[in-house]
């Protein structure tokens, strides 16, 4: 990716994912003209420019605003070549109790983030999506379905623009802000484990396998794609005997809103989902580039119809054994099983 005299924001940029990738962009590429955090608390961002001082990295800049205010937007989005949106209410259980809440930032913040794009010189835009968005049954998967879908429709409008909207969609993202990982370690001190169904997998991504898709999508999205890792799943069982073997382990009850396994990819996706090597690609209905000349420049192979991904049916599993490395290496350099 060549950041030279670009300008990119982060919404969100002071969340998990908005710092990793900062730190990725600022060490490999420090050409980069300018990269701004876009969030509302003033403290987070306080925190953040202790970690990135402007002395060390004179490229970062720090913007407050709220993703439901869209002239702030407009106002930030001058000047900016590329924008990655990651700005969100995530938790299912919050959304599912303050619901007009999880809309306004989600949809209406997203419906911004388009109309603040066009209203600018915008170049490329990756939205970030999650698993809960596939087959939704709680308001937070709904939400950021109903995002990507004005992502991706985005590109229909765009007339003689240049601008590329495009999605990438993971699952856990082992370590974040609010996640199962940090929660058992923190619960194991009181030596009970709560698990809500003994039977519940999940996809499991690093947050650098995250900041790569982004990545990959920023760099080669030609608009509408929806970016899916090919990702191992977990047992919740083993994450709790990997943390904690000798806790207890009552069993709680599923949460309102939550899936016993999750899903990326549907089998109605199927007629549109391409395997791309590392990723797979779920193509827009209509797009105004050739859908052969996309295979063609990604060796793109359609999957079979009826084809679907899901966590519960993956091929390829974490382990005991390789959670518990995992955790030291992405979570905390002092776990100890
Ligand atoms: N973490 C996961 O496991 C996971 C998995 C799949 C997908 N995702 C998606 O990845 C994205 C990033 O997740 P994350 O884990 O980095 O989340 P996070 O750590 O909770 O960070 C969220 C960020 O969004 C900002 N924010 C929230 N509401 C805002 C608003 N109304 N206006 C402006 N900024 C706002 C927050 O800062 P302020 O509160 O200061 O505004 C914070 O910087 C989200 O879109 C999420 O849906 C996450």
């Known amino acids: ?116 794009c066009f209203s600018t010189n915008v170049e490329r835009v990756v939205a970030l999506s999650t698993d809960k968005a596939c087959a939704p049954i709680n308001l937070y998967g709904a939400t950021k379905l109903t995002s990507d879908k004005l992502f991706v429709a985005a590109n229909n409008i765009k007339g003689d623009s240049p601008i590329r909207f495009s999605v990438v969609r993971y699952g856990n993202v082992m370590g974040s802000n609010g996640s199962v990982i940090p929660f058992f370690i923190n619960k194991k001190k009181e030596g009970s484990l709560p698990i809500t169904d003994p039977n519940m997998t999940r996809f499991n991504i690093s947050l650098q396998g995250g900041v790569d898709m982004v990545m990959y999508a920023l760099e080669n999205a030609w608009g509408g794609e929806i970016y899916i890792p090919k990702i191992p799943s977990y047992r919740i069982m083993d994450v709790a005997k990997a943390i904690g073997p000798d806790c207890k382990k009552p069993i709680v009850g599923i949460r309102p809103g939550e899936k016993v396994h999750e899903e990326m990819i549907t089998t109605s996706d199927s007629y549109y989902t391409y395997d791309l090597g590392r990723y797979y690609a779920i193509l827009p209905a209509t797009h105004k580039w050739t859908t052969d000349d996309f295979i063609t420049t990604f060796k793109a192979k359609k999957v079979a119809e009826n084809f679907s991904y899901n966590s519960g049916e993956n091929d390829v599993w974490e382990t005991v054994e390789s959670l518990r490395s995992l955790i030291k290496e992405h979570v905390d350099s002092n776990f100890e099983a």
């Not at 955090?37 to 970690?51: G, N, P, T, Y």
Request: net charge positive.
């Open 1 to 116: 990716m060549n950041f030279k005299g670009k300008s990119l924001l982060i919404t969100g940029g002071t969340g998990s994912l908005g710092k990793a990738l900062t730190t990725h962009i600022l060490f490999k590429y420090p050409e980069i003209r300018r990269l701004i955090i876009f969030s509302r608390d003033e403290q987070k961002q306080f925190v953040m420019a202790q970690e990135f001082p402007i002395n060390e990295f004179p490229q970062i800049r720090f913007f407050i605003g709220d993703v439901r205010d869209k002239s702030r937007l407009a106002r930030a989005f001058k000047g900016v070549d590329y924008v990655i949106h990651a700005a969100a209410m995530k938790h299912v259980h919050l959304a599912e109790y303050n619901p007009e809440e999880c809309i306004k930032t989600n949809i209406g913040g997203a419906q911004n983030v388009v109309d603040a």
